[in-house]
């Protein structure tokens, strides 16, 4: 059962551009919200993070917006660059502080 | 140590024998997690440990995958039987738990091939 679902899969935008990943849950239990970044050989890396009390929340050129009754979160980054490309994972915390992944999305910024 | 590390980095095996995958998380982290990773794929969940808890179990693919964790340091994956299909990179993470931060740090991964 996946428990937070993301999308899309890849994403390809062109430098300058906006690139926005969109996940969703559906456990209300779960209380935190971070996005992680991998680079290729790398393991992921915490990008940024949000609470539910919290609708927006921004540092430097990414921010999180948060629904929390649509239950549904996602990335933004503004002025995409070549640097951005990688691969990005919402993840979610529940009971036990269990962190729940989604699938990521291969994200490609063109130059 | 600095960060979570994970040996070896690298791991060729035959078809049918055993693996043992190591973690070294970061001092003090109670939590720690297993993840596989195919080619191009997301993060599959093996494994939760968390402090004196139970461990969830509900990833692990097969009665071939078990982990175990000694207190709140080194945990090993084995894989008994390996099969072609385990290939992967092996991920583990560790973090603190309680208060508003429950950030993950990775290892940089074993990457396992079956031959």
């Known amino acids: 059962q996946q428990q937070v679902k993301q999308s899309p899969q890849s994403l390809i935008v062109q430098k300058g551009g906006i690139s926005i990943i969109n996940c969703a849950y559906e456990?209300?239990?779960?209380?935190?919200f971070p996005w992680y970044q991998q680079f290729p050989g790398k393991g992921p890396a915490l990008l940024i993070a949000?609470?539910?009390?919290?609708s927006e929340k921004k540092e430097g050129r990414f921010t999180i917006s948060f629904n929390k009754s649509a239950k549904q979160f996602s990335l933004h980054i503004m002025d995409s660059q070549p640097g951005d490309s990688a691969t990005y994972f919402c993840?979610?915390?529940?009971?036990?502080?269990?962190?729940?992944f989604g699938k990521g999305t291969l994200l490609t910024v063109n130059p | 140590g600095a960060g979570v590390s994970q040996s070896p980095s690298n791991k060729v095996t035959e078809k049918g024998k055993d693996v043992e995958l190591r973690c070294d998380p970061i001092?003090?982290?109670?939590?720690l997690y297993w993840y596989r990773q195919r080619l191009g794929q997301g993060l599959e969940f093996l494994i939760y440990f968390q402090g004196n808890s139970a461990p969830d179990k509900s990833g692990l693919p097969s009665d071939r995958f078990s982990a175990e964790r000694t207190g709140e340091s080194v945990s090993t994956l084995t894989i008994q039987r390996t099969q072609q299909e385990d290939s992967a990179v092996y991920l583990c993470?560790?973090?603190?738990?309680?208060?508003?931060?429950?950030?993950?740090?990775f290892g940089q991964g074993t990457r396992l091939t079956v031959v």
């Open positions: 993840a979610a915390r529940g009971s036990n502080y269990k962190l729940t």
């Open positions: 993470a560790s973090s603190l738990v309680g208060g508003t931060n429950t950030e993950a740090f």
């Open positions: 949000i609470r539910p009390d919290v």
């Open positions: 001092s003090g982290h109670t939590a």
């Open positions: 456990n209300t239990a779960f209380d935190y």
